[in-house]
């Protein structure tokens, strides 16, 4: 019976890795498209979109009937939540490269407008850490959780100082309001996707170390004596 828990176990991280490399993938062409106005590969994010909420779908039954039937405890059950709650923080992610790649096709048909530095650095922060975050499930690594949720920071400041831009752009008198507006939405989908990934981040360390760390304080994410040494 145990031996049998636990390949349902393994069965439900293979699964729950496949969406996270189809929404890591979709995030990525989403900015891909926006940068180099590319409507055909936006398209295809859409497109991907019925896919990941299918397999969403999938997993989420998988964990349920492994719960049913198993009524697993322990580190079992933490990682079946935590498969639970990661499945769904992927699915939010690929709805978020939806809206950014619908966001890319609108400004494929306006003017060009110049995109700023900060806007870059936060695309590339927020791809890192989504990427961090499934490896760390991969190799329950507390030290690269934590880093992703101190990566968050970055985010949110390169979106701060992304608004800032816009702010002053609109301030000069651009004729260009609706594309900085548009931009400056993009940037907030891509800081919501560097949440979403802490929230993954969160909840590989919940499994590893049973211990719920959401709306903690930031010093939680510091790493221990152990990891340090």
């Excluded at 397999?55 to 492994?66: F, N, Q, S, T």
């Excluded at 800032?164 to 989908?189: F, I």
């Amino acid at each position: 019976m145990r031996r049998h828990l636990e390949r349902e176990i393994d069965a439900l991280r293979k699964k729950l890795l496949s969406v996270g490399a189809l929404v890591e993938e979709a995030g990525k062409m989403a900015i891909e498209a926006l940068m180099s106005r590319d409507v055909e590969l936006a398209e295809r994010v859409i497109e991907t979109d019925e896919q990941i909420d299918a397999m969403e779908v999938e997993v989420e039954e998988e964990c349920l009937k492994v719960l049913a039937l198993h009524q697993p405890v322990a580190i079992d059950l933490r990682y079946v939540v935590a498969i639970l709650k990661i499945n769904n923080d992927l699915e939010r992610i690929g709805d978020i490269a939806t809206n950014i790649a619908e966001r890319a096709i609108y400004l494929s048909h306006r003017v060009k407008i110049d995109i700023p530095q900060d806007f870059v650095s936060m695309s590339k922060l927020a791809h890192e850490m989504v990427r961090d975050s499934l490896d760390s499930l991969v190799y329950l690594d507390a030290s690269l959780a934590r880093k992703v949720c101190e990566i968050d920071d970055r985010v949110d400041e390169c979106n701060r100082r992304v608004y800032d831009y816009v702010k002053q752009q609109l301030l000069l008198g651009t004729s260009e309001v609706m594309e900085q507006v548009q931009l400056l939405t993009v940037a907030r989908h891509i800081e919501r996707i560097g949440d979403q990934a802490t929230n993954i981040a969160e909840d590989v360390l919940y499994l590893i170390e049973g211990e719920i760390v959401r709306h903690k304080r930031r010093e939680s994410y510091e790493a221990t004596p152990e990891e340090v040494g």
